[in-house]
């Protein structure tokens, strides 16, 4: 174990083998785009580490506001990190105290990483421990040819699972853990905005028993995509008669259950509106500032259920990702669009950060 | 709304009108069979209740019970009874007092009539009431041109699904009821017994989001059935080596729900050592009588849950019927095989019982 | 069935028969106070509704807007109603088509009416039907000597409960429901405004098996009286170090549940704030506006649940609080704190209005 | 923190100083009884193990039948191990890879040991992990000066609860776990069988909200403990009138919730018949063979939820029982009856298997 090679002037290939060093993306500058260091030194695992070459990565719009350094970026991501959280890869040693995984066992990984100490990590809900840092956000990702996290972290990969999804659980277990959550088994469902997460919602829900699945976004061809993958109404948000429209299916009484994925204030209001007395709102998307919000119209008269949605649950969540893999009926060829060399990183986040792609991945070791 | 021509044969209007007299399949002795009474009494609706025309109505196994007066039946029926609860109709006359209902709209109805003054009828559990009656079986029922039912006993149909599906409601519904009180979503679910409800809690159980189903019996032809409404295997019980099968498919841990549908004493200890630690069983098949049963293996240690199921939750699992029909997912044509004028109730016994059908109809007024 | 001797001075009874008047507090104008009128006409019960005369009835913070016809009040109520919802009587009639109860029985009842037609009042949730309408807001209520309620709204009072608990068995119900629906058994419990309902809350939630009881307000009296019924700090919200008060109790992470019941929009961020990762909020208090709330640090980022609550469960609250009461642990008496003949209102609501009282009671038929 | 002066008799210091060997209470042949070594190899602990000096251990149940040697010790017990699995200690050593805790913390342990490799473990359900090793059971136990668990087996111990009842944390564990399954808020409560953990159970259900608790036993003074506990009732089994007695304080309908402690087979009919339609019981006790069971009538035509109990959920349970700790409400008083030096082990056994005393404690290091 030595030191990083680029510490090293030229001319010493010979002394700095693949086993000192590797490629990462990482954030070389508080300002627009990442860079790529060819000869980065090598991660070491500590005693209950597991190191891990990565096969491939996917981009989520978290690493958009990385490159871009919005004022979110700016203020919680150190200059300097290997970027990216999402990944498929193979087990490439562990640390001395490690009892559970070998070298060789291809894996995914958690990456919310946390001590373990607190009420919520003790009681299987290791996704909202207080002290939770993210992998690629508080410390070294997975842009890169190796990654470490801790054996606690380590998700092995179904054989019949392809690298390509295997490489998006991250993302992909957002949606499946809102509509979990939710519950929307036999029940109508709203998913407000149809990103990345709220596309995977879609064929999530509906692969999870939603009887019928109602979409708004203000994307005319992502609504298009969320009616192929199960939707039977996609509705242009702007146009708010959509909400009678969605009553007028629902009895008069709105949906069973809304999934708020878009982050809109505008759309929380609009989205409660269209929720049943005693309905569920099941909120990811992130709004930008605090929201200015009816709570007696949108919530306490309706007694409806407003459930905050951070992350996975750890293992939950996996288990039930890997359910509905195995039952054959997630649709995502229309949703992991666009492949790249990590040395065509910046092609690849032009595609993401254009729209033209959806999840578009990186390719580390393939 | 008129009444059905075979009603009134040339000259006998005077005696016996419409108003007087209706068509019967009735109890008529303490033995086998039962009888069509061309001229039974028509029913009156009190303050409260509703009268329907019939148009259509399922057989269930309880009227081969009472077919066949076997133990049960013979302690339980009245004879003279008019017998059956399987139903769709048209509303035909409305008592004094009833206020949500009018002449002329298309309803099933539930079979479960009790005072609702007990704390689960007040609690919206009405299905577990203590003092409940049957149609069909406590007092008079829909195998014959009119039924009467409470007021708020009535289900009014969507328009969108058709006679043949809504005469089913009630055995559909114990499929329903099992299947969402298990909450299968994202699950392995393995369905013990594969019988009229058996087959409908496979469409159902997949509908409503099961990641995969295993199914047992010891009736081939059924087991066939059930693999092509959704099962991924349809094993034969009396090979016992399928536990170990499904063991290898779900981890070597076992389903994570067992939905018993068959009574048979033999296949609760099978059934239980198939499910995982810590899963959730759901208990419709009656067994003829008690069974010797290890709590500490199958339920103690394993940390399972229990549920007993008992007729439809009023109105939720409706409700839930309903969304799973207008899904478009459900697969009823292949279980609903048969349909016979209610003239023909010999012929259609004869189908049921020999297992030549599975659910049959009786055309009542169609 | 006799009228209350009380009720008839000598010689008016050609004018005013029992049987035609009756004495009633009601909205007499578009602006401040109630008036008594002392021969109203007495209420005729339709086929399905009960006849009570009212014993004790209570006065909610409703009647207080009503008394005071602020914005709300002038938006909603009818000129001319009969005001009041909480009360305890007798039944005198029933209507031709009630068959569960008879003259002469103890009752209590539900204010909500609602048709029973939709999703929520048919599944056990009637308390949030879309279509509500309550005793003393939307038609005549309880402060009079008689009130009509819809059979299906009578509550049966157990013997061992005396009239003066029976007669606020409304707002309790707000209490009990609230408390029960958070699940706070062997939780730590905020209780956010100790108002009539809060203080409610506070011994309810002690009598449930809150672990220990935390109250905020901004009246130290009230917070005092907290204390006396069970909880263990009682904090003035203006000094808002109580948040690190209550987390360093809390093993650094906040209190499991929040009741929210002051409506106080500053009080939302700060409850929030004392809630930890993956709590559960239930909201009673109304804002008097739309609040501008931090979505992503109180709900999302925490993974928390947020319960809208909205009166009392319908039948399952009522039960609760009767197995409540019949534990003996609740302590009602330092919260029901005066009581004044029906013909002392003005007096009954200077003292409610006050604040010298907290819950105040009019005698009708004592 | 000292050795125990009677480790070292003088003159042995060299050849069994305190680091190399300890006192351990052994199962020492394939018999009746345990046996005192008074030089027992001090165990290692593993790079994440805990090595703990145990203050203060309990006698379970389980220790009994390894003391008597019945069929189910002579088929799990390995002869020569080291009995025990409740104890409070305080941490002596902890192993290279140790990260949460050092020594000097005082702490008891989860005695389920598991890989965390299946379902449960990594799901928040590591009580019914498939491959639990119990300490005291399947690997060395805490009667002994020293026991090893692995770092993720530790519970810290408030320093507000007294080494007397953290020793008992297992036992009151159970209780709590099955009380909380249950869910007894408000409800009505039927503990079958009030030995240690029934008694436990009693104060636990109190504590955590019960309305009302009824005990069954077929021990007088038992129940007269019960009793001062919190229980209502208490019923002599052998007189099965109680049944109809339960019945008539609730409304004629049965219990809410069913504990079930008491392992007899003729209890579980018994305790089924006086639970109300839609009730939970939740079973703990484990009778010793098949029981012949009328699931019928006892479960699924009543609908109701039968929760299999299995050791405490970890760490869930041991939060609650932190918390109904903190509440102050839980009275152990009299189910701690007794306290013997470890050398006096066959006196504190004696005390425990004749009934004389309840729960009974070894002093280790006191």
């Known amino acids: 174990m030595t030191l990083h090679p680029s510490h090293t002037a030229p001319g010493v290939e010979i002394k700095t083998s693949p086993r000192d060093t590797m490629r990462a993306l990482y954030k070389h500058h508080a300002g627009l785009g990442l860079a790529l260091d060819p000869n980065r030194r090598r991660p ?183 009616r192929r993958l199960g939707a039977v109404e996609g509705y242009d948000a702007r146009d708010e008669s959509w909400i009678d429209d969605i009553r007028s299916q629902t009895r008069g009484e709105g949906v069973d259950v809304v999934l708020e994925m878009s982050g809109a204030p505008g759309a929380f209001g609009q989205s409660f509106h269209a929720l049943r007395n005693g309905g569920v709102a099941a909120l990811l998307g992130l709004p930008a500032k605090p929201v200015t919000f009816d709570f007696n119209s949108n919530i306490i008269f309706k007694g409806c259920t407003v459930l905050g949605i951070n992350g996975r649950k750890i293992w939950e969540t996996w288990y039930q990702m890997e359910a509905l893999l195995l039952s054959g009926r997630l649709e995502l060829d229309e949703i992991i669009t666009h492949e790249y060399p990590i040395e065509d990183f910046e092609q690849a986040f032009a595609t993401m950060i254009s729209g033209d792609g959806i999840k578009v991945l990186l390719n580390v070791n393939t």
Request: include cysteine; glycine fraction near 10%; charged fraction near 20%.
């Open 44 to 226: 070491e695992p500590g005693p209950r580490d597991v190191l891990i070459r990565v096969t491939k990565a996917g981009i989520c719009g978290t690493d958009r506001h990385i490159w871009q350094w919005d004022d979110w970026a700016a203020g919680r991501i150190p200059v300097g990190i290997v970027t990216g959280h999402e990944f498929v890869g193979v087990i490439e040693e562990v640390g001395s105290a490690v009892t559970k995984y070998q070298p060789g066992l291809r894996v995914s990984g958690e990456g919310h990483v946390c001590s373990h100490t607190d009420y919520n990590a003790r009681t299987g809900n290791a996704h909202i421990a207080t002290d939770t840092q993210i992998i690629g956000v508080d410390r070294d990702g997975c842009f890169a040819d190796l990654v470490v996290i801790p054996e606690e972290n380590v998700w092995p990969v179904h054989p019949s699972i392809p690298d390509k999804v295997a490489a998006v659980f991250d993302p992909l277990g957002n949606a499946v853990h809102t509509v979990m959550a939710a519950d929307v088994s036999a029940k109508t469902v709203l998913i407000s905005g149809v990103g990345i997460i709220g596309l995977m919602a879609v064929t999530v829900a509906r692969a999870a028993g939603a009887s019928r699945i109602f979409a708004t976004d203000i994307n005319p061809p992502r609504l298009e995509l969320a």
